[in-house]
């Protein structure tokens, strides 16, 4: 970075903008052929030719928008600033050349936006520090405009830092109450950084996987806490740490691994006292800019790095086949529900959040204090610009939206209101533009929908829009209660089969496949496998590094088996197996492969530690539960009859009893009744590996003595698996191939246990 020509970098001068134009004639050069027409995207962009980066922001509401830049992200004034223009279109664009830029001494070009509007007029006296031109805090129409408070642009492709860092730990100057409302954030504010012409397209994303989402086992796992614990990595916690793993999962049978957020999020602080968690944002569920790659996970963190070293590892992940879907958090942003402006609130406020009726305050269904204005075109105009980059530039296979329900508001101000049909509401525009993926694989990305928010109607499991998957909370409690509390919560095997085919009762009546259930009984949010088996309740309190967390639910239908190991382990092989065999998409979290524990926190949203990195040298010591995971991943991906695409029906499978004859209906709906065994027909989709599978669930206390079905003439039936405490030894699974040959139909199925068998 350069620090030449100091003495131009004391007073920001302006210089007057020139007639805004839509488009920037750019000289292509040598070609002889003319100007070529650069319509500059929203964000700051270099032109092709780099004779001049262009300025382009969205805002209805301001009524003057100047672009400030910098040479340093934090500590300086700024070197050079210009008024942006009105376009036709509404949009405010302005560029300034390389020239001028040179002769500012700004190399790596830092920047934010100042915006005028009802609340805050503009006065040409004003000067940053100025009270000059102030009106209200917040207008009847939402506008909290403040000149004082440099904006970070929404389109920002990097982010200089966060907006509280270890070396400025005070948000004070982000605030817009009477006694900071004139103090200039400029000097410390984050700031967004203009790439080099070529950071998007430099080398190459590998192979993009088009897999159908059925066929997906998905890896849900921080990307820190994926390599954080393992000292002997290069650049642990990191992108970089991330693409070395990509082998070894694929070795485990992953095929999609879904990152916990990574679009830039307050985390730098994490860091300021590394055995607290005061203040720390781990997780990553508050976003601060939507296109930018987060710099805190970057092993190379100058600018350009977080977005090639992105690129580097979901290349490495394709290389092995392996999808790359992130969690993003579009329901509300960093900025939260208060006075402080970081960026969207001080450029157009009611565009991007939905306020409160009287335009005061706020509407919230995400705990955290604003949504976002899913009505408003500019909100969605973020929403799908932003994920068709990551998908585009950062190779991103498909997404996780948290909160999903409040992206599908359509109520003005001051309610919620389900509207998933709306054709030009973020829901509809992603499926048909980014596009979804069709069902049966192919080119586009994976939808997955966190389908509730936080109350007021937000309940919406079963009701999103075709092309959309769904995170299947009733498969989580259903499952949990039938390992951990039998005796204690009626469940009747009619609704277990229901969730073990994919939901049909959920999700078939909107027309949409099994693959629209993700399957889970474990996720980020809650217990872990091995504590859901290990943990009576929640323990969030205890010290550091193991807590203190706030909040977690209180209904996670936990039990700790008496605290005896070898059953809680049992308990967990079933659960983990039921997933896996359930039509639908079936989602593991990562740690779970080996037990990864975190002491019965549920909410560790906070701990940036031990207690929620994975743990290296659990491999080895839970070498056994590991192998047993990568054989069901194994049989899973080797039996297509278990990845069906469409319903299943008499002819594909077949409940049945401990006498291997279909099931009678009144055990469907007693309470009492605790064995299920199913046979899925090899014919089913088909399945070349196997004529038929059978698998016995047997939820009792006792164990029960299965027959099996007869099998068809010449072939016989095939131990694979059985997740009982007595076959640890074997790691619960034989290898592919050397499945134990029955010699009769019998077989005892212990209490909260399962077993798999194949005909052939
Ligand atoms: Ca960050």
Redesign the pocket.
Known sequence: MRLAVVALALVPWLVACPAAQDTAAVDAGGGGDGPVAFAPPRGGTWAPDGGAVHFRVASERATRVEVWIYAAPRGEPARLSRTLARGADGDWRGAVTAAELAAAGVDTIYYGYRAWGPSWTYDAAWTPGSGLGFVARVTADGDRMNPNKLLLDPYARE?S??PITPGSLDGTAYRTDDANRALDSGPIAPKAIVLPPAALTDGDLGPRPDRALADDVIYEVHLRGLTAGDAALPCAGTYAGAAARAAELAALGVTAVEFLPVQ?????ANDVDPASNSGDNYW?YST?AFFAP????ACDRAPGGPTREWRAMVKAFHDHGVKVLIDVVYNHTAEGGGGSLLSLRGLDNAAYYQLSSNGLGFYDSTGIGANTNARHRLFRDLVIDSLAAWHRDLGVDGFRFDLAPVLANGCDRGCFRWDPGDPDGVLQRAARELPARPGDGGAGVDLIAEPWAIGNGTYRVGQFPAGWAEWNDQFRDLVRQDINLVGVVDVTLGGLADRLVGSPGIFRAGGRPPAASVNFVVAHDGFTLADLHACNGKNNGQAWPYGPSSGGSDNNYGWDFGGDPVRQRQAARTSLALTMLAAGVPMMVGGDEVLRSQRCNNNAYNLDSVATWLDPAAATRQAAFRTFTQRLLGFRAAHPALRRRGWHDAASLTWLGTDGLPLPDAFFHDPGAHFLAWRIAGTAAPDEPARAIYVAYNGATTTVAATLPAPTAGAAWYVVADTGAWFEDHSNFYAPGAEYRMNGRRYDVGARALAIFIER
């Open positions: 982010v830092h966060d830039e999020t307050g985390n730098d990553g601060l987060d710099r805190r996970y």
